[in-house]
């Protein structure tokens, strides 16, 4: 009788073990990032945050910001010491990002948006202030519910559904703060799928922001943030990264909503036709 040989015993790939591929090959840049230079580094940059801040109540808000250009232009803002820097494009890693949503009675680009929100979500679930409640269930929810400045119907969202991006940039040891419109959240989201799908979670890699042209269906031009991948992060540089993207995602979380959350020219808003529209090429 022949003796059927043992198979060999197999254990699940852990993400560090995972092969790189090609267009996800690792590539060290150590200068371009010093928080991820050694743990050292990084443990005294926290250390530091915590004791520059004590007691304080930190909150990213009070983080540098990085804005869509307005009035179509084909610019990012970068906010610096010396004044906002316009750039054509901006390579970062994303450290943390969240869901979010902001309602005006006032339509929106009529004096609305510079109050703080009516009604709020940190979570894209459940609003805060007047109406609140079930975002799902909630009637400004809903496309065809926006009002324009000139009191016409709109065919976006009256309770604008946005992200925010804590982005840490070269050279940098805290990151910016990017509050991604509705126009834009398509593009992010297939960015994430796509990185999914590679195995590699958002904050293990280096992404590429450029706008692309777009028009909205009142004819407004605006910018739409495109994502790109630009390579990933060293299985050591994302090791050493993950307590900080931690830290960082848990600042993000509770954080409230600002009247600042919500930037995109009057009238440039997608119709939920526009926005399930498929892609015309990929972010890789």
């Not at 790189?20 to 590539?27: G, R, W």
């Not at 910001?65 to 906002?84: F, M, N, W, Y």
């Not at 959240?185 to 042209?213: D, R």
């Amino acid at each position: 009788m022949t003796k059927t040989p043992n198979k060999p015993k197999t254990t699940p790939l852990k993400f560090e073990d995972q092969p790189e591929t090609a267009v996800l090959k690792a590539e060290a840049a150590p200068s371009a990032y010093p928080l991820m230079e050694s743990e050292k580094t990084m443990a005294d940059v926290l250390k530091l945050i915590d004791e520059n801040l004590g007691a304080q109540r930190f909150s990213p808000l009070h983080l540098p910001r990085i804005k869509v250009g307005a009035g179509g232009a084909q610019e990012l803002r970068v906010d610096s010491p010396e004044g906002a820097r316009p750039t054509r494009e901006l390579t970062g890693v994303i450290t943390a990002f969240r869901q979010a949503r902001v309602y005006w009675k006032k339509a929106y680009g009529s004096g609305g948006g510079k109050k703080p929100p009516d009604c709020s979500s940190t979570d894209g679930f459940i609003g805060i202030g007047d109406p609140g409640g079930e975002c799902a269930r909630c009637p400004y929810a809903e496309f065809g519910s926006a009002v324009n400045p000139d009191g016409s119907e709109g065919v976006g969202q009256a309770c604008k559904e946005i992200r925010q991006l804590l982005i840490l940039l070269e050279g940098q040891l805290l990151p910016h703060m990017l509050n991604l419109p509705p126009t834009s959240i398509k593009n992010f989201m297939q960015y994430s799928l796509n990185l999914i799908s590679a195995g590699a979670p958002y904050w293990t890699v280096v992404t590429k922001l450029t706008l692309e042209p777009a028009t909205s269906t009142g004819g407004i031009d605006f910018g739409r943030v495109k994502f790109t991948l630009e390579r990933r992060l060293g299985r050591d540089q994302a090791a050493r990264l993950e307590p900080y993207h931690e830290r960082m995602r848990n600042l993000l979380t509770p954080m409230v909503i600002d009247a600042g959350a919500y930037q995109i020219e009057a009238g440039a808003e997608e119709s939920p036709e526009e926005r399930e529209q498929p892609e015309s090429e990929t972010p890789f």
